[in-house]
Each structure stands twice: as C-alpha cells, then as structure tokens.
C-alpha cells in the first residue's frame, strides 16, 4: 500500500469512528454537537430568566394584588400584567420535572430556533394563571434533549412551572400518543392544566407523546418575606 493510500485509509477510518462515537452517544444520551450549542443557549435564557425575576412583580403589580383575595385570582391578575413582557425566543419560567430529570429554562414559542434554546412555550395557549391549557413543547434527542424522558411520566407525577410572579404545581392524570397533526391535546378545558407535548418515538417524528398534567396547587410571590417563594 503506498503512503497516500495508507493516509486516506487511516482518515476513513477515524472518520467512521468519529461517526459511530456520535451515533453511541445519541443513542445513549443525547446528540453532542446540538447539545454544545443548546447549553450556551440555555446560559443564554438562564440570564434572561434572571433579569425577568428582579424586575417583576413590580411595586406597581404588588399593589394591584394587595387586597386580592385567592392565589388563583392573584395569579391571574399577575400573570396577565406579565403578558407584554413576553418576547418570542426569550426565557419565561422554569420547568422542573423529577420524573423526566428536567429541570430547565422555558421559552417563548415552539419553532425551530427557540426550540434549539430550551422547551418552549405555545405562543397561542394561555400563561400559567390565566386559565385553560398552558402547553410545552421540546426535544428528545437534540438540543440538550430536555424531554428525553417524558415517557417516564406516570399518573400522580408532579411538574412544576416557576414563573416570576408564582409558582404553579401541577399533578400528571394522563399520557397519550397521538398523530402529529392532533392539535385538539392542546385545546382548552374547564379546568386549568398543563400539557406537554415531544416527539415519539426516540429518534423519529411519527408521532406525538403527550403529558396531560391539571393544576394542584399555586404559590403567589410576596416581596415581604425575605425572599421570593412562597407568599399566598
């Protein structure tokens, strides 16, 4: 075999190495390449989601709370003064799902590019606190995966949204797998409930896994006590 030869078949055969360690680590955890990008994102919405938290509830949204009566009527109020704050692509809350190992930053909307930053809210639901169906939507295999695990969600598992202005504890009654164009999981309902929504399964868009998740519990911020959680 001359040099040349000997040098084309030695990077070959690192590069089908190089893809096999990317297919492994896939299968085994999540993709890396994506996941790289997607941490600096989340970093990204982790600063946003700070700076949200040391501006809101203002003195001006205390006071429109202050003789309020209910964490369920103050949420609302709160969380509809929240609403023009809203930026698409930007950080709203946090997540947290001990099920699924989830504990991380949502953002505003579900297309390509916010997703690739976190799990990301449908724009055209309502906020946590204003009633009906609030809906996620994220990866399980790219961007840092942060749904990779929603199969594991069970009846009676907790899901937590931290929002600036509460924080909102929901309890899993249901999962389903549906078709991808089956928008009615995230129609609105009687009751204020949470619904998560991920690819199925791993490694293909064929379809829908859904998290039917209704609302427990509601703890108000109060800048009263020393610090943010809880104040009802």
């Known amino acids: ?106 953002v505003e909307g579900t297309d390509t590019a916010t997703l690739q930053k976190g799990p990301g809210h449908y724009p055209e639901t309502p906020l946590p606190g204003e009633g009906g169906t609030t809906a996620i939507a994220g990866h399980r295999t790219t961007y840092l995966a942060p749904f990779r695990h929603i199969d594991r969600m069970e009846k009676g598992d907790e899901v937590t949204l931290e929002m600036p202005y509460a924080t909102f504890a929901y309890r899993v009654e249901r999962t389903d797998i549906v078709d991808p164009g089956e928008v009615d999981v995230i129609r609105k309902v009687d009751h204020e409930r949470l619904v998560l929504t991920a690819c199925h399964p791993l490694y293909s868009a064929a379809e829908r896994y859904i998290v039917f998740a209704r609302l427990e519990r509601i703890l108000i911020f109060d800048a009263s006590r020393g610090g943010r959680w809880p104040g009802n």
């Not at 790289?36 to 949200?52: F, G, K, P, T």
């Open 1 to 106: 075999m001359t040099r040349g030869l000997r040098i084309l078949s030695t990077a070959l055969i690192t590069a089908g190495l190089v893809v096999l360690a990317d297919v492994g680590l896939t299968l085994l955890w999540q993709e890396p390449v994506s996941s790289v990008y997607a941490s600096i994102r989340q970093n990204e919405a982790e600063d946003e989601l700070d700076e949200l938290r040391s501006s809101y509830p203002s003195p001006a949204e205390l006071e429109a709370i202050a003789t309020v009566e209910g964490s369920a009527a103050k949420a609302r109020i709160l969380a509809r003064r929240f609403e023009p704050r809203v930026r698409a692509r930007e950080a709203i809350g946090r997540i947290v799902a001990p099920r699924m190992d989830l504990n991380a930053v949502v």
